[in-house]
Antibody, heavy 119, light 106 residues
């Protein structure tokens, strides 16, 4: 059974940092592209970042470019999101999502980890 | 590419048909997915390539359309279909979601 379990969320002050993790199991993690997608409270879905199966190709949404860093450790079946210079508007539930067929089709999602940026 | 769904919310009686529309600001061919997000849950993939049903999705759900206009139809609404539904284009980067359509029971 495919499982994605996020962790690392919490309350942080504006300008602070957090590192999110996503532990994957039930599939060959190293064969799949992975993404982070977020959802602000009561709002819709926003794509945040993509990383290829090898980690060699990375993309970011404009709203997080230069502040967030996606990475993965295929030996540990884990995906990460380092978030720096956090802003109030980064408050959201952050989901890791597996891609189907390498086309930004998100076929499995974790339960999410909540990030709150507030003073 | 901007994705716009209509309506924002919809109330349908049990057993009746529900129709949700999604329009893209430019053609996305058939690079379109639909997701269902039930209360307190992560999104669940329903369709990709506009009409390819994901494994396990009941056949009362139907995805259709191409180019700029897409439709998600639930042929006979069940109580468990109460959710927010999102369309998403993956024709070009960044992938973009519609604002969501909230489906309730009338």
């Amino acid at each position: 059974e495919v499982q994605l379990v996020e962790s690392g969320g919490g309350l942080v002050q504006p300008g602070g940092s957090l590192r999110l993790s996503c532990a994957a199991s039930g599939f060959t993690f190293s064969s799949y592209e992975m993404n982070w997608v977020r959802q602000a409270p009561g709002k819709g879905l926003e794509w945040v970042s993509y990383i290829s199966s090898s980690g060699g190709t990375i993309y970011y949404g404009d709203s997080v470019k230069g502040r967030f860093t996606i990475s993965r450790d295929n030996a540990k079946n884990s995906l990460y999101l380092q978030m720096n210079s956090l802003r109030v508007e980064d408050t959201a539930v952050y989901y890791c999502a597996r891609e189907k067929g390498g086309k930004y089709i998100f076929d499995y999602w974790g339960q999410g980890t909540e990030v709150t940026v507030s003073s | 590419i901007v994705m716009t769904q209509s309506p924002d919310s919809l109330a349908v009686s049990l057993g009746e048909r529900a129709t949700i529309n999604c329009k893209s600001s430019q053609s996305v061919k058939n690079f379109l997915a639909w997701y269902q997000q039930q209360p307190g849950q992560p999104p669940k993939l329903l369709f990709y390539w506009a009409s390819a049903r994901e494994s396990g999705v009941p056949d009362r759900f139907i995805g259709s359309g191409s180019g700029t206009d897409f439709t998600l139809t639930i042929s006979s609404l069940q109580a468990e279909d109460v959710a927010v539904y999102y369309c998403q284009q993956y024709y070009s980067s960044p992938p973009a979601f519609g604002q969501g359509t909230r489906l309730e029971i009338k």
